[in-house]
């Protein structure tokens, strides 16, 4: 089977790896928000006719690798996804909207986004298990706190390094 798609006049295989953070990277992608986050993704996903190869929703961040098909541009399907999301999220979890995310800005602005090529398995093994590998190296930078910080420090440029499983 190819790993090519079809449109109507077009044959293509666009994947990306897209990464964003809530607004001020406050830690509340976890439990109940963690999982409505992960289906508004696949939901939103799913309607557009975009395929989801890996998703991972860090307590910071988001880590997506997806299918966008060519006469989608990335812009529009980020900017919609969060937008869409920040709403129903709002909506849902007015306490939100009191405390931290007034105004209606759920997600903070901007993302880092990065087109999969021949290394599409090796960026889908690192958005699977990326949480498995921060968290290890946390534990070994420090060992007596436990504190989980991540690498990433906003949004910005992820430099991928081949690690062995």
Not at 21 to 50: F, M
Not at 74 to 100: E, H, M, P, T
Request: with cysteine.
């Amino acid at each position: 089977m190819s790993r090519f798609k079809r449109l109507s006049e077009s044959i293509w295989h666009c994947q990306y790896h897209i990464v964003w953070v809530p607004k001020y990277r406050n830690k509340i992608l976890k439990g109940e928000l963690a999982k409505d986050v992960e289906e508004l993704i696949r939901a939103y996903s799913n309607q557009k006719k975009c395929d989801i190869v890996e998703l991972n929703v860090q307590i910071d961040h988001v880590h997506l690798l997806v299918m966008i098909p060519p006469k989608i541009s990335i812009s529009d399907y980020v900017g919609a996804l969060k937008g869409k999301s920040a709403i129903r999220i709002l909506n849902k979890y007015r306490n939100l909207k009191q405390k931290l995310y007034w105004g209606n800005h759920f997600w903070a602005k901007g993302y880092c986004v990065d087109t999969v090529g021949l290394d599409s398995e090796m960026i889908r093994k690192y958005v699977k298990h990326q949480d498995r590998k921060e968290k290890r190296a946390e534990q070994q930078k420090y060992p007596l706190q436990g504190v989980f910080n991540t690498c990433l420090s906003g949004v910005g440029f992820l430099f991928l390094h081949p690690h062995q499983d």
